[in-house]
């Protein structure tokens, strides 16, 4: 597919869904490694998260893994507001629990900071911080990330999952805005 329009904004083709998909195999294959004997929650964060979590769970062969969900939003139009609204908490118990983390996209990593801290609240064994996309350049916080997927230039982005005001999650592929 070529450019796309989103309410009022241009975007053009950026990272293919075979590009998306390689990479998620590739962490998948990692993480069940890694994972083995470990009893891991993922944590889907919300709304971003929901396509990248699906093709890693789907892969994940651990058959004492679980998955749940949080919501949070720092998000308005294209940019960060800075403060993270927790919509959606926690309900299980993550006390001595590997927890994975699935997040759409890191940026500033204040949303990823802010998760880590409600989460390790909750006494878990460890928490692991898994990623589709990195903004190396966006970084305000300093958070470990365990898993990579791809690091990215600071363009607004948008599909596979990632939205602007709410449009584009839907798009298989990513894209990013035409200045």
Do not use: H, W
Not at 15 to 29: F, G, L, N, P
Not at 31 to 42: A, D, I, S, T
Not at 143 to 155: A, H, L, M, T
């Amino acid at each position: 597919m070529g450019n796309i329009k989103v309410l009022d904004k241009e975007f053009e083709l950026f990272i293919s869904y075979e590009k998306i998909r390689s990479v998620v195999e590739k962490m998948a294959d990692e993480m069940n490694e890694k994972l083995e004997g470990k009893n891991p929650l993922f944590l889907c964060v919300l709304n971003g998260s929901f396509m990248f979590a699906a093709e890693i769970f789907k892969r994940i062969t651990l058959l004492d893994a679980e998955i749940s969900f949080v919501k949070l939003a720092s998000y308005d139009g294209t940019s960060t507001t800075g403060k993270v609204k927790e919509l959606i908490g926690l309900n299980e118990n993550l006390e001595n629990r590997t927890i994975v983390v699935l997040e759409d996209i890191i940026d500033t990593g204040i949303t990823i900071d802010n998760t880590i801290k409600q989460i390790e609240a909750k006494k878990p064994a460890e928490v692991l911080v898994a990623t589709m996309l990195l903004k190396p350049d966006a970084l305000e916080k300093d958070v470990q990330i365990d898993y990579v997927g791809i690091e990215i230039p600071n363009d607004f982005i948008v599909g596979y999952g990632l939205d602007y005001d709410g449009r584009g999650r839907n798009l298989i592929d990513i894209y990013k805005v035409v200045e």
